[in-house]
């Protein structure tokens, strides 16, 4: 596990890759590039906004006309989607969507400017040990740190293959570069940021704009019914909305699959000192439950343990 820690980082690049949708780069030097380097797939970072600019009034959405100006005091939490280490320096992406003032004035981030970061904070997710099939589920934004799992296990586990299965309301809420396109949606590379892991996929819209027509879930059901994998030789990661991962515990317990789930909560502070994240969840071998720290028990936990 990599040692967290506050340092600087110096953005390399902020590309927008969608109407709401961005990629932020950001280069780490010395110590901060050594805890980087060690950074799990679905581990996060706290990043200070506070010091970041508005955009012109043009470029600022309408539904956000109102809240842009609020200051932003505490800092946001986003995860990696992307993590390279060569040298003394290791660079991180991170997929962000534009939804309120802090997101918002991340998109004036330039090159060359400087930020301050905390982090790797939390728990990744776990390997799997003695599986065929890897089965990630993204819902939105979930697909962010499944972009590095999905990295992570072709490089460290050549020996289980990896599908992914990612869904959003419409083919405007796919948080993904470039364009479907059919052919590469009949070979089952339909999203280059898995395809480039030699990882295939599939997309699902709500509206059926897109790939298969309904709930990623559905399409995720489609699919075990189809291949029908023996529940010991595969695991289940999902990262999205509450009630798709809700849903996806849901198929892994009928199924015995073991399943891990990376919870989204509001973490102001990233390390458990303002107890904002809480995830209430089951004590094994009893009917109670408790309530544990999104930040510094998650955000991956066992889906079986998570109460939905």
């Given at each position: 596990m990599a040692s967290k820690g506050i340092f600087r980082a110096v953005v390399s690049a902020n590309r927008r890759i969608g109407e709401r949708f961005y990629r932020l780069g950001l280069d780490f030097e010395g110590a901060a590039a050594e805890a980087f380097a060690g950074a799990r797939p679905g581990q996060f970072a706290e990043l200070d906004l506070c010091g970041a600019g508005l955009p012109t009034a043009e470029k600022i959405p309408e539904e956000l006309a109102d809240s842009a100006r609020r200051k932003i005091l505490l800092r946001r939490p986003f995860s990696f989607c992307d993590v390279n280490s060569k040298g003394n320096k290791t660079s991180v992406e991170i997929l962000y969507c534009v939804v309120g003032p802090a997101s918002l004035r991340m998109t004036t981030l330039a090159a060359g400017d400087t930020i301050s970061v905390i982090g790797p904070l939390g728990n990744g997710f776990r390997m799997p040990v003695d599986r065929k099939w890897a089965v990630l589920v993204a819902g939105g934004m979930g697909a962010g740190p499944l972009q590095y799992l999905a990295k992570f296990l072709s490089v460290n586990h050549e020996d289980i293959e990896a599908i992914v299965f990612a869904g959003a309301k419409s083919k405007f809420d796919l948080p993904f570069e470039r364009r479907l396109d059919e052919i590469s949606q009949q070979l089952g590379f339909s999203l280059a940021e898995f395809a480039k892991y030699g990882v295939k996929s599939s997309v699902a819209?709500?509206?059926?704009?897109?790939?298969?027509?309904?709930?990623?879930?559905?399409?995720?059901?489609?699919?075990?019914?189809?291949?029908?994998?023996?529940?010991?030789?595969?695991?289940?990661?999902?990262?999205?909305?509450?009630?798709?991962?809700?849903?996806?515990?849901?198929?892994?317990?009928?199924?015995?699959?073991?399943?891990?789930?990376?919870?989204?909560?509001?973490?102001?502070?990233?390390?458990?000192?303002?107890?904002?994240?809480?995830?209430?969840?089951?004590?094994?071998?009893?009917?109670?439950?408790?309530?544990?720290?999104?930040?510094?028990?998650?955000?991956?936990?066992?889906?079986?343990?998570v109460v939905f």
């Open positions: 819209t709500d509206d059926g704009s897109a790939g298969f027509a309904g709930p990623v879930t559905d399409c995720l059901l489609e699919w075990l019914e189809n291949h029908k994998p023996p529940s010991r030789e595969i695991i289940i990661y999902s990262c999205g909305p509450e009630a798709m991962l809700a849903k996806v515990a849901k198929i892994a317990k009928e199924r015995n699959i073991d399943c891990q789930v990376c919870m989204e909560r509001m973490m102001a502070c990233g390390i458990g000192v303002c107890q904002s994240c809480a995830v209430e969840c089951k004590v094994e071998g009893s009917n109670e439950t408790v309530y544990k720290l999104c930040c510094e028990d998650g955000p991956v936990f066992d889906s079986k343990e």
